[in-house]
């Protein structure tokens, strides 16, 4: 039986994704729960697996398509109805499939082939339907495949040094183009192989001007060139002494076109594709701009504090397995804020014209990686311990580079921070995360003079900048949670006295 895997909806209402890597091909032996392909959505990567045993039938869609969610991305035969799947042909086309010459005599039947046929009675997998396989001696061609094509492949034009010269009246079978000289003994040489002049026509004449190549074809082949917009002088023929076929024009018909010689002047402009991670930020961040009214703070902070604390946890063998960097203590800083200031944990319900606050906090890490901007969350942080919570942020920030953040993961967010000081940025005004009353941006830790106890000496500093939903939180609640923050990095002693 043949089993068609929809593409199914990975994430909260996804529409679609992008096919980035198939682990298969056409002809492959597949089992259950085997990972076939990897997507991207608009949040995150997914690896699919496939849910039966079978032989790959075909892919229904290229890596770097975009599909909608419940669009038919492959299919497989199984062996559930009817024995052992058809086994592939070693040219990978399954056997009893269509010619290319065979195809091109029947365009109906090619375009029947390419609409997906209906699914059999009782087939309900998620993200798949069944359909009976194709009858042995007809195999149905893959919608963007066609059937497969001969060797035969495009060549740049150029002059070939020798020629054959004849009568383009005499032989109505053969094409001329212009070409160098050639000598008798080469038209000689090429009547002898096969190339014979049409009864009553006279010998060749040499000269010193130049003849002509002859393109063997046939008038219904250089009709059908002509139609198809093919030039016969750039194609090799297969059939015989060299002859150009319809299979020969219909191979270079359906070949992709020759990408242009490269120049060596740069790209005026490039058009990237709006799609995935970028696309779904993109979206966010207008929502978030034109939906809550921003207000944003800032404190700068003298981080020495946090910095000697820092120096000593990386020490302790509690922390011997994870990376401890001054963000550890600034995300503890934060929970512990929260835990004062519960409603900066909060979100704006416009339907129910409510204010959620929130008594858990998914604390949500910006992270750039190569795909975009990703905010993964760590669940239930206010729970965790300070060697944990180091665990949960080395782990978050290496899945998120690699992209292989879950879009469960992304999703829950209550409040976020955002470190800009890793690229060298003293502060900016962050935007909010939808569905969340807050962000907090780090900006980057340098020397700079400080006035302590009256004189002047030059500390760790870093610039704090708190935006917040001005519809929840007002400049007060904003103030009160950033000051307490800051007192925390300054003297990490405080997240004791107030945890």
Sequence with gaps: MRREFKLPDVGEGLTEAEIVRWHVKAGDTVKVNQIVVEIETAKSIVE??????????????????????????????????????????????????????????????????????????????????????????????????????????????????????????????????????????????????GVAAAPGAGPAKSGTAPSRVAVLAKPPVRKLAKDLGVDLASLTGTGPQGSITRDDVHAAAQAPAEEPA?????????????????????????????????????????MTGTMEAVRRLRTMADFAEVKVSPLLLVTRAVLTAVRRHPLINSAWDEQSGEIVVKHYVNLGIAAATPRGLLVPNIKDAQALSL?????????????????????????????????????????????????????????????????????????KVATLSLSFDHRIVDGELGSLFLADVGAMLEDPLRMLAWS
């Design 387 to 459: 060697p944990a919570l180091a665990t949960a942020l080395a782990q978050l920030t290496e899945t998120a580079r690699a992209g292989r953040t879950q879009p469960a993961e992304m999703s829950g967010g209550t409040i976020t921070i955002t470190n800009v000081g890793v690229f060298g940025v003293d502060t900016g005004t962050p935007i909010i995360n939808p569905g969340e009353a807050a962000i907090l941006a780090v900006g980057q830790i340098r020397d700079l003079p400080w006035v302590v106890d009256g004189e002047l000496a030059v500390r």
């Design 262 to 302: 490269p120049t060596t002047s740069p790209r005026r402009e490039e058009r990237i594709p709006i799609k995935g991670v970028r696309k779904a930020t993109a979206q966010a961040m207008v929502t978030s701009a034109f939906t809550a009214p921003h207000v944003t703070e800032f404190l700068q902070v003298d």
């Design 48 to 193: 699919l697996p496939i849910p039966w045993d079978g032989v790959v039938a075909g892919l229904m869609a290229e890596e770097g398509d975009t599909i909608d969610v419940g669009v038919t991305i492959i299919a497989v035969d199984t062996t559930e109805e009817g024995g052992a799947p058809a086994a592939p042909s070693a040219s990978g086309v399954p056997s009893g499939a269509e010619t290319p010459a065979q195809a091109s005599r029947d365009l109906a039947a090619l375009a029947d082939d390419m609409v997906p046929k209906p699914p059999a009675e009782g087939a309900v997998e998620p993200g798949a339907h069944g359909s009976p396989a194709p009858k042995e001696e007809r195999q149905a061609v893959l919608v963007g495949y066609g059937v497969k094509t001969g060797t035969t492949k495009r060549r740049p034009r150029k002059q070939p040094s020798r020629g054959i010269a004849a009568n383009p009246v005499a032989n109505p079978s053969r094409v001329e183009v212009d070409g160098p000289p050639s000598t008798p003994s080469e038209e000689a040489g090429a009547a002898g192989a």
